[in-house]
């Protein structure tokens, strides 16, 4: 590799973020607002932004705040669990605030990729129905979730969710709680407005078809990244690099040789959806339907009938429906998965491996699923569908989590944000609630890689004028909380 001092200072940056997605985009923005004057350098290795996971085909869009979805209230001991709900609902309020702020500044245009719509848990059966009604009166009596409205009327469903009540039986015991205020997400578009309005003002430079292939530290722990786009190889070095390079970031954690790195492991898993764009059938549902996941399948499984705005135009999505390879990311390389196995990871995939045979058996019987077992899985919640409006098209990757731990390897669902001590490396690895919590997740890279300025006077006040509620715990703060709702609804609704 290049010794620092052999790289122009053209190619020194303040920082590099490694991958054109919603969270080396949403970083870029929080660093530009704390710091106008710092050079940032963001490296993709596809000729556009946001093709992986953050583009809106590749995910479900659902703007995550545990409204609907079952699998953030887990049952424990008999009792609702809310804390990863009240969590996750408080993050995806920041980045509302953080996107009410831009609004505000004339960056950014809701429009372009926000929705407001129902957000709707629908089940059947009464010990679904008995789990939703407890789940409905302990979220209810937080402040968080106050408006959520809960129905088991039939006349009611029907105009809530007239898809999902057409040719049912009438004797089946069904319920629903609706939460008004959900929405959808283009996150796909979020990145490239972001991007936009950054490279609009030369406040960052993109270098697109461009990969990053090997980082090392020098002597004085500055990152040497070696960049190869089609034609050549170059070498530009930074004292901080931001792995967000989605499904890609395990890989490269591991090449920059951080010990922090060693504890990890990924299992990839695909995804395929079930999409419409009949305009009588999306005519008909404006709501994300979220179901309950069968008995012993996976969270990334809870089946859901979405409305989606993607580039503008409506439609209907069902599913996600599992399926396996061994990429790491949509447009990888079917080594990934082998390329990612090392002596200190090798003993916990085993583990995750032997000890979660429920996900084992769950994957084979997905990948044994043909259109008709689709179709069959979709009339659950739309009774009436007929395979014909129905098209199948392939979701992102998600790379799940596999990390070592004292008691042998853990297989994670969510994400987490690996850092080198010395602050000069992150990682994102992970995909669950991904997108919808990308700012409040950047806040915790900046807070473990930035320490020091994050707490100096000049940032804490800029962070406050991004996101006003800054530093306030929003879980027992209840005028602040709804202070900020007011004004994300005013701005966002309006905008
Ligand atoms: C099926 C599915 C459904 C989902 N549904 C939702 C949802 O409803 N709501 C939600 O909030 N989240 C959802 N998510 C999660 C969300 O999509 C992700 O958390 C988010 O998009 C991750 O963003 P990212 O920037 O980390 O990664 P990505 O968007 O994957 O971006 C990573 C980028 O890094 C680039 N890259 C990789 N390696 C290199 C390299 N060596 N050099 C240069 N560039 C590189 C890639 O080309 C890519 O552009 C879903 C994910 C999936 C897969």
Redesign the pocket.
């Known amino acids: 590799m290049y010794a620092s001092d052999s790289i122009g200072s053209e190619n020194r940056y303040d920082a590099v973020l490694?991958?054109?997605?919603?969270?080396?985009?949403t970083l870029a923005v929080l660093l530009k607002e704390l710091d106008p004057e710092m050079r940032l350098l963001i490296?993709?290795?596809?000729d556009a932004?946001?093709?992986?996971?953050?583009?809106a085909i590749?995910?479900?869009?659902?703007?995550?705040a545990a409204n609907c979805e079952l699998n953030y209230t887990p049952l424990k001991h008999g009792k609702i669990q809310t804390s990863k709900a009240i969590v996750i609902n408080n993050s995806f309020e920041q980045s509302l605030e953080l996107w009410a702020s831009l609004t505000v500044m004339g960056r950014l245009s809701p429009k372009e990729f926000l929705h407001f719509l129902p957000h709707i848990s629908f089940v059947w059966g009464g010990e679904d129905v008995a789990f939703l009604h407890q789940r409905y009166k302990d979220l209810k009596s937080l402040n968080a979730f106050s408006s959520m409205e809960w129905t088991e009327d039939k006349g009611e469903l029907d105009c809530w969710v007239p898809l999902v009540m057409e040719g049912r039986n009438c004797h089946q015991l069904v319920a629903a709680t609706r939460v008004k205020r959900g929405t959808d997400?283009d996150?796909g578009a979020l990145?490239s407005a972001y991007l936009d309005s950054l490279l609009r003002n030369g406040a960052v430079e993109l270098k697109l078809e461009?990969?990053?292939?090997h980082l090392t530290r020098d002597k004085e722990g500055v990152w040497q990244l070696e960049l190869k786009d089609p034609t050549h190889s170059k070498h530009v070095s930074s004292p901080f690099v931001f792995l967000?390079?989605?499904?890609?970031?395990l890989?490269?954690l591991q090449k920059s040789g951080i010990e922090e790195g060693l504890a990890y492991g990924g299992f990839p898993v695909s995804?395929q959806w079930l999409v419409c764009s009949d305009p009588e059938l999306t005519a008909r549902h404006k709501a994300k339907v979220y179901g309950k996941a069968k008995i012993g399948s996976p969270p990334?499984s809870v089946p859901h009938l979405d409305s989606r705005w993607i580039a503008g135009k409506r439609s209907l999505l069902f599913g996600?429906f599992a399926g396996f390879t061994t990429k790491f990311?949509k447009?990888g390389s079917k080594w990934d998965l082998f390329r990612s196995i090392g002596n200190n990871n090798f003993g916990p995939m085993l583990d995750v491996g032997v000890r979660n045979f429920d996900l084992v058996q769950y994957l084979l019987g997905q990948l044994r699923q043909n259109q008709k077992d689709r179709v069959q899985s979709l009339q659950d919640f739309q009774p009436t569908a007929d395979q014909m409006d129905w098209q199948l098209s392939l979701?992102?990757?998600?790379v799940q989590i596999i990390k070592r731990t004292k008691a042998g390897g853990e297989l994670k669902m969510g994400?987490e944000v690996v850092a080198a001590a010395d602050g000069s490396l992150a990682a994102?690895l992970g995909?669950?609630?991904?997108?919808?919590?990308?700012v409040t997740i950047m806040l915790e890279v900046l807070q473990r890689c930035w320490a020091q300025r994050m707490a100096s006077k000049e940032w804490q006040e800029r962070l406050r004028t991004l996101l006003p509620s800054f530093g306030r715990n929003l879980t027992i703060d209840s005028p602040c909380f709804n202070e900020i709702r007011e004004r994300n609804d005013s701005v966002l609704a309006d905008g």
């Open positions: 490694i991958g054109a997605g919603i969270m080396s985009a490296v993709e290795r596809l932004p946001a093709l992986e996971s953050s583009s590749n995910n479900a869009g659902t703007g995550h997400v996150f990145t461009t990969e990053l292939t967000g390079a989605g499904g890609g970031a890989s490269l995804g990334m996600p990311l447009n979701a992102g990757q998600r994400t994102l995909a669950s609630p991904g997108a919808s919590t990308a």
